[in-house]
Structure formats: structure tokens, C-alpha cells
């Protein structure tokens, strides 16, 4: 039976296929659909030896040609992590130094450095069908489990205790000092210097979502008194200047885009009006793109939280919609909760220039030409971690959750299974408590990336239907 999908009122699809020329660089992207980043966890990991940690494996090259292929405008990356002793978790890509490694040099090449070579082979894969492709640069600052670093550096000491931080351990974080600022800001203008020499089409800075460069924006994390706290302009200086350092060290078709918050839902925290304030300040500084998500660890905010968003789909949609019209050259992306043909039409029409899917993307790497070319009008409706529900805390888990182990399905060149097919969400459901069990005792050795589907055949990658008997 084909999958149940989300259903949308007939509308017409055309205007998500338009290209959209980027204003500071030449690219120019073929449609208005972004793949958006979602953690991988599938690169090499060696606690012991960080030059062996974090390369793009063939599982990587895998899930992001078959995304390549699936007719994306935009795809960008899980994070990067810039700092090899700040993890967001074991088994992300890593491009920094370290005091026992000289990666990256920008003199390096794929003869000498097999790191190089496998982002060279990354980026072919994103690009082969016509994607604009981007690598995500992070740095998680405080949210850098206490196993992997207990004493992260942030903005200010505020430790992450509540959320996410309620239910794991994370390291007691200290103010950066000036010196480990400029440590920082190299870290990310070297990254973008190198990942351009292996062929990515520009970068995202990750400043939502509660990792370090949100830390600094936010008011909540950045207590500081000095040019890097206070004002939003101040709370913003670390952000502005590692772009202006990109821009400085990259080419004329070199992409720089941003993720940030449009609002945190926290008490003093990084609100809307403030979000409208930093999008004129981005452009300033000559961002191509601005993708808007929200929520931290401390406040995950990945679910309705009133009824008005829930019938517009979109987590977002009224904040982005305040800041939509103080941009005046950047193209904006939303992100969260779009499940429907409809609602990225009305995203387009509120002022927005593109929608960004995750969870969908990896249910359906070719999600676009299903809706392009195929007239596929609803993102498929899984049975768990449905997003079309209010106060859906427990459910976007289990959809991050389901969406890894597709993820994991498709690095392994299998289909994923359908998540709207009850056998194949109990062989999820069995998996899944299987990770959860093990997460909290696994050893520092082990990458726990993804829950493995359990008592479910797998199929090749492309076959829908299961074979005939």
C-alpha cells in the first residue's frame, strides 16, 4: 500500500520550483526546498586520537548522494564541529586543530590528508544532482556532555541543568577568555577556508538552538560586561566577526548562511523583537541566507505549543513573520513542523523565500521531485512523533528519534521503512527501546548514533514496494 500523507488543500506547487539567486554571492539555488542539518554521528571516532576521529565515512557519502540526488535546492550538513574538545556527540565531523594535530592546513591536499580527501568526496555527493551544498560549522560550547568535557568554555558560567539538561550531564562552562574568542573565531574562518578548497559551496553558522554562538546572543547565557555582552550588537560581535573573516578568506561565490532562533520561549530569553533586530545586522555583514528555527536544550521548543501554529504547520510561523520584514536583501528559510504543500506555499507568500525539512527529508530523501514532478501534495504522516499535535514534547523525540534510524537506514543504502505502516513502526518502537536502554551506559568507546530497526527486512535503497512473492 502506498504511505499516508498529510493532507493539504489543492494548491499549486509551481513557485517552490522557482530559483532563487542569493544576493552576496553568484549561486543561485534551483528551487525553494533546503534538506536541512540533523546529526549524523557517522563519522570515524577514536577518543584516544582526534586525528583519526571525525572523517566522513562512506556511510556519510551514501546518505548525502542519495540526498544529492533527491532534488534538493539547498542541502546542508550536520554539524561540523570546529573544536575537537566540544562535541555535540561522538561520531560528528570534526575540522579543527587540536594540541596533537595540525588539521586543517589550507595547504593541505587529497595526496596527504585522507581527512581532506573524504570532504572532497562529501561534497561531490551533496552537489551531483544540483544542489547547492553547505557544510554546517558548530561549536557546542555548554551543551558538550560533562564524559566529552567538563569544563566547556561559553558565553558566561550558566550551566545547562534544566530541559535536556535536566535528564544528562553537562560540563559546568567558564566565560571564554579574549584569547580563547579569537581561538574560536579562527576555528571557523579556517574550516570554511579549507572546506571551500575541498569543494562545498559556502557554509552555515549554527547560532540557534543553544550552542555557543546562541550562547553569546542569547541574554540568558551571556552575562558579560566587556564588547562581547550587553547590547545585541555586542551579544552578536562574535557571529560578525567570524563572518566578516569568511568573507575575507573565501571567493565571490562563496555562500555564508546562518541558523538562528526566532524565539527561545524562555523568560528573558532571545525574543522575536530582538531576532528582527539581528536579521538587518546579518545582512549587514552580507549573509546570504538566514534559516529561522528556536527552542535550546534548556527549552525545547520543536513541538505546537498553541493552536494557531498547529493549523499553520509551521513551530514559527508567527515569529518569523515579525522578523520577515526588517530583511531587506537575505533570503529566509523556515524550519519546523512544514509538512504540507499548502503551508510551503503560505510560508512563500508570508514573505519567506524557502522552507527547511528534516525529519521529512530523511523519510523521504526525494522529497522535492515527489512533490515537483509526482504532484505529491503531504509530507508522509508517521504513526509516532507526529507533528500535527499540541504540546508534542515526547513526540518530536521519538520523530528525531525515527527519523536517525532512517538516516542510518539510508547511510547503508537501504529504503527507509515507512513510517506510516504499523509493522514496520513496531520494529522502530522495539529499537528504540533498545537505545534508550543502552544510551545511558554506553562506554566513551562507543558511537550510540542511531535506533537499528528491529525484525523488519530491509530493502535495497529505491525499492518502495517490498518484492512481489
Not at 82 to 91: F, K, R
Amino acid at each position: 500500500m502506498p504511505p499516508t500523507r498529510y493532507t493539504s488543500r489543492a494548491v499549486d506547487a509551481s513557485p517552490l520550483g522557482s530559483s532563487l539567486p542569493l544576493p552576496f554571492s553568484s549561486a543561485v539555488l534551483p528551487n525553494r526546498f533546503m534538506k536541512v542539518a540533523m546529526t549524523e554521528r557517522f563519522a570515524t571516532w577514536d577518543p584516544d586520537d582526534m586525528n583519526l576521529s571525525g572523517i566522513p565515512t562512506q556511510q556519510l557519502l551514501d546518505l548525502y548522494g542519495h540526498w544529492g540526488d533527491g532534488g534538493w535546492g539547498i542541502i546542508v550538513t550536520g554539524n561540523i564541529i570546529v573544536d575537537p574538545t566540544h562535541l555535540e556527540a561522538p561520531g560528528n565531523m570534526i575540522l579543527a586543530p587540536s594540541p596533537s594535530s595540525s588539521l586543517p592546513s589550507p595547504n593541505t591536499s587529497a595526496d596527504t590528508d585522507p581527512r581532506f580527501a573524504a570532504y572532497q568526496k562529501l561534497a561531490a555527493a551533496g552537489k551531483r544532482g544540483g544542489a547547492v551544498f553547505l557544510a554546517q560549522l558548530n561549536h557546542p560550547g555548554r551543551q558538550t556532555e560533562f564524559a566529552l568535557q567538563e569544563n566547556p568554555v561559553s558565553a558566561s558560567d550558566v550551566q545547562l541543568t534544566k530541559g535536556i539538561g535536566a535528564l544528562y550531564a553537562f560540563g559546568k562552562p567558564h566565560p571564554a577568555s579574549l584569547d580563547e574568542i579569537a581561538h574560536i573565531k579562527a576555528a571557523f574562518v579556517r574550516a570554511a577556508v579549507y572546506l571551500e578548497k575541498a569543494g562545498f559551496d559556502g557554509i552555515q553558522l549554527h547560532a540557534a538552538h543553544g550552542y555557543l554562538l546562541a550562547q553569546f546572543l542569547s541574554p540568558t547565557t551571556n552575562l558579560r560586561t566587556d564588547s562581547y555582552g550587553g547590547s545585541l550588537a555586542n551579544r552578536a560581535r562574535l557571529i560578525t566577526e567570524i563572518a566578516d573573516g569568511v568573507r575575507g578568506a573565501t571567493g565571490p561565490d562563496f555562500v555564508l548562511a546562518i541558523k538562528i532562533n526566532s524565539v527561545e520561549f524562555q523568560d528573558a530569553g532571545f525574543a522575536a523583537e530582538e531576532a528582527a533586530q539581528l536579521v538587518s545586522l546579518l545582512e549587514m555583514h552580507r549573509f546570504d541566507i538566514i534559516e529561522l528555527s528556536g527552542g535550546t536544550y534548556e527549552a525545547p521548543a520543536w513541538h505546537h505549543k498553541k493552536e494557531s501554529t498547529r493549523r499553520r504547520e509551521a513551530f514559527f510561523i508567527e515569529f518569523a513573520e515579525l522578523v520577515v520584514p526588517h530583511v531587506k536583501r537575505a533570503r529566509t528559510f523556515l524550519t519546523g513542523g512544514i509538512r504540507t504543500v499548502g503551508a510551503m506555499v503560505d510560508a512563500l507568500e508570508s514573505g519567506l523565500d524557502g522552507v527547511g525539512l528534516g525529519r521529512p527529508s530523511a523519510a523521504e530523501p526525494k522529497l522535492p521531485i515527489e512533490i515537483l514532478r509526482s504532484g505529491k501534495k503531504g509530507c508522509i504522516k508517521p504513526l509516532v512523533g507526529d507533528t500535527d499535535v499540541l504540546g508534542g514534547e515526547e513526540s518530536w523525540a521519538v520523530g528525531a528519534s525515527l527519523a536517525g534510524a532512517h538516516m542510518l537506514q539510508i547511510s547503508l543504502n537501504q529504503q527507509p521503512i515507512d513510517p506510516s505502516d504499523g509493522a514496520s513502526i513496531d520494529g522502530f518502537l522495539k529499537g528504540f527501546d533498545k537505545w534508550v536502554a543502552a544510551f545511558p551506559v554506553r562506554s566513551k568507546r562507543e558511537v550510540l548514533d542511531h535506533v537499528r530497526i528491529e525484525s523488519i527486512d530491509p530493502r535495497p535503497y529505491g525499492v518502495v514496494e517490498p518484492p512481489a512473492a
